[in-house]
């Protein structure tokens, strides 16, 4: 495993709520990671729990999680060291209240 797997392996196992994200939770720098902050708030997570890391200020961890992964694209949340998946699957997951479920430990 690469430094930098290792790296983001450490990230995912010591989170609870980890967010790959485009900039912070206070400050998305794109749609679809600010969307992702919104759902995640929506559930009722505190913006300030969730752990998140700027892709755009890391180039080895903005292509290295898509390897960890094997995701293609950002943002990407894991909860309790688990991959849930990008905004799309995070709306799917939260319209049917599987993501508040998992977020809750309950799945």
Not at 15 to 26: D, E, V
Not at 88 to 105: C, P
Request: charged letters at 20%; aromatic letters at 8%; a negative charge.
């Amino acid at each position: 495993m690469s430094d930098t797997q290792q790296r983001i392996d450490q990230l995912v196992k010591n989170n609870n709520i980890l967010l790959f994200m485009k900039g912070s939770a206070s400050f998305p720098m794109c749609g679809f990671s600010g969307r992702a902050i919104q759902i995640l708030k929506a559930c009722g997570v505190d913006p300030k729990s969730i752990a998140t890391v700027n892709v755009l200020d890391d180039a080895e961890i903005r292509q290295g999680i898509k390897e960890y992964s094997n995701w293609p694209t950002i943002p990407q949340l894991y909860i309790k060291g688990e991959f849930i998946g990008g905004s799309d699957i995070m709306m799917d997951m939260y319209e049917s209240g599987e993501l508040q479920q998992v977020i809750n430990g309950q799945a």
